[in-house]
């Protein structure tokens, strides 16, 4: 049985931004079940978790006598292991994967910065000031990636885990308001999430944020 | 013939720590012969570069057909064509891809956000006391890092996709003297600097910066 670790409480109370709803995503959109092994704040930073996870953090993915973290490696070996989520096309393929890597190194930093300057930093001096900046560096890549993206349903071609893994990304952006500035980008994120799949994966980490 | 775009003139003079040196590694592991096409800062915001890159960086890859961008993306592509650097056993294989995400996504943001302070964001007021802040993140990033290379001569097992990456990323943290104050992971990194793909990819690039 595949075993995932998720926070024991996520922060965000069950919204669906922590790390582990993409990899449940995954694990819907292949079919493939697995259990839930919920992990506490002083549990990260102790070495049973860093044994599995050298960064101390969410999710894990366990299964038989492999162990891998980081979501952007789980989503993909299950997408490498199960059909469902890569075409199979080479080409095809490699420029579903592509998009992984955008979402995850080129779209999720800037979002994660603004979590930093809103959060993490809210109450230095620089605070407001630096807000601004932060905020503009992330609308100058969502303008970027709105006008790539244009009218079309996915990413390119059919639903992939490219596009899962962008549309967790900018998930995260939403709350602040600055995802609904680009309306095409509102709407392939609404697209994402009415998937069924994306449905079971939301309701049942909500479930566990709330249980 | 696989083509790469590379800048016209790389920001650091031909130091190695722009993103198509990873690529021209990756090439010189495998073995395969490549093209490099400049591309100056005018063109990256230009429509043609923007549609083989969506976010006006380089590298992009083209190979007859394909056209693909972001190193992660482009290194992985080369790693699954041709044979020598990832493992084939399939739970090793995953364990070294999973490594490659770790680099981009966990271990390269906390390395630009020290750009971002250093460089961007030097004449804001807020700059030396945030600088402290940003420091402080890359080296708590650096020590669990550290804690798990320990004396391992590579991440896991052989030499693969995972260490060219994390190499490649933790070179951009040596000029800070962060790197230098964790010894197994300067010496990780000159190991990985000592390897005659990485010396031919080097000399390629210093002497394309340099022409």
């Given at each position: 049985?595949i075993?995932?670790?998720?926070?024991?409480?996520?922060?965000?109370?069950?919204k669906?931004?922590?790390?582990?709803?993409?990899?449940?995503?995954?694990?819907?959109?292949?079919?493939?079940?697995y259990?839930?092994?919920?992990?506490?704040?002083?549990?990260?930073?102790?070495?049973a978790?860093?044994?599995?996870?050298?960064?101390?953090?969410?999710?894990t993915?366990?299964?038989g006598?492999?162990?891998?973290f980081?979501?952007g490696?789980?989503?993909?070996?299950?997408?490498?292991?199960?059909?469902g989520?890569?075409?199979t096309?080479?080409?095809?393929?490699?420029?579903?994967?592509?998009?992984?890597?955008?979402?995850?190194n080129?779209?999720e930093?800037?979002?994660?910065?603004l979590?930093?300057?809103?959060?993490l930093?809210?109450?230095?001096?620089?605070?407001?000031?630096r807000?601004?900046?932060?905020?503009?560096r992330?609308?100058?890549?969502?303008?970027?990636?709105?006008?790539?993206?244009?009218?079309?349903e996915?990413?390119?071609?059919?639903?992939?885990?490219?596009?899962?893994?962008?549309?967790?990304?900018?998930?995260?952006?939403?709350p602040?308001?600055?995802?609904?500035?680009?309306g095409n980008?509102?709407?392939?994120?609404?697209?994402?999430?009415?998937?069924?799949?994306?449905?079971?994966?939301?309701?049942a980490q909500?479930?566990?944020n709330?249980r």
């Open positions: 049985m075993t995932i670790t998720a926070f024991e409480r996520s922060p965000d109370g069950g669906g931004l922590a790390r582990d709803t993409r990899v449940r995503w995954a694990l819907e959109e292949v079919g493939q079940p259990e839930v092994r919920g992990v506490s704040f002083a549990e990260l930073k102790q070495p978790h860093l044994a599995l996870h050298p960064f101390g953090q969410i999710p993915f366990e299964d006598e492999l162990a891998l980081e979501s490696a789980i989503v993909f070996h299950l997408a490498q292991r199960y059909p989520l890569l075409p096309e080479p080409n095809a393929r490699a420029r579903a994967i592509t998009w992984m890597f955008a979402a995850l080129s779209v930093p800037p979002i994660l910065d979590f930093t300057a809103r959060v930093e809210a109450d230095k001096p620089w605070a407001k000031d807000l601004a900046l932060v905020e503009q992330l609308r100058d890549r969502l303008s970027q990636l709105s006008a790539r993206v244009g009218d079309a996915w990413l390119d071609g059919a639903f992939s885990a490219g596009d899962l893994m962008m549309v967790s990304v900018l998930l995260r952006a939403r602040s308001g600055i995802l609904g500035e680009f980008l509102a709407a392939y994120v609404a697209r994402g999430e009415a998937r069924p799949a994306y449905q079971r994966a939301f309701q909500h479930a566990y709330t």
